[in-house]
């Protein structure tokens, strides 16, 4: 079994300044999976030395900005700039219209070529609960986040599991079985958010040997001043390092 990097791109939430969207990339066998592409995706795989065309897939979780806005970036650059140079883009079948039709469409339906559709862009691969890349089976699962707007995590068993956004999951410890990490979303600027997990409902429902297997992501600019109350959990995630597993 041959290792796989991950490396989150951005750690922060939506709202933070000092840390990029939570994007997390994924390196196997010398090819990359990008997991989202939210607006800061371009700028911080530059900062890792890396340009769209280092990445070879691109699975989206859910649609929201600083999970897919840098798509569009992605897309006219992969066609235009670099001579369509394709990326595969993995997208829940649930996730699919409201990523075309109510998000980029707008921005990317028309061009000087006329009217595109998002497959003139990528390579699209619409899936359900699991998809091979690389010859690494990922199953993908609900999560719990926005009202009327289907999220999906991602896991490669044995491996990781990676919630993206998400509110607290309802037996979570049978879904992420032996992990060797489990990446969980975290709003940790306060008491209560409508759409993620806080760490007050994270000890709420999850066992303390749970937490303490658990690295918390997508988190405000101040995080790092309250590391020291965070001590039942694994950590954080900490943008730019890399995790072998
Ligand atoms: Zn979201
Ligand atoms: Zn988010």
Known sequence: MSDVQLQFIGSGDSECLSYYNTNMLLEHQGKRLLIDCGWTAKRALHDLGLGITDIDAIYITHVHG???????????????????YRIKLFVPQGVLPLLWDETLKGS??????????????FDVCVVNDGFTWQGLEFQLFPTPHTKGKPSFGIRLPHRFTFTSDSNVINDFESLVDDDKYIFHDAYSAGDFHPAHATIEEMRDAYLAKLRQRIYLVHYDDGIYDRLSSLQDFAGIVEQGKVYTC
Do not use: A, Q, T
């Open 66 to 84: 600083d999970h897919v806005f840098g798509l569009e970036r992605f897309g006219f650059e992969s066609r235009y700039v670099y001579h369509d």
């Open 108 to 121: 990317m339906g028309y061009s000087s070529d006329g009217e595109n559709k998002l497959e003139d862009f």
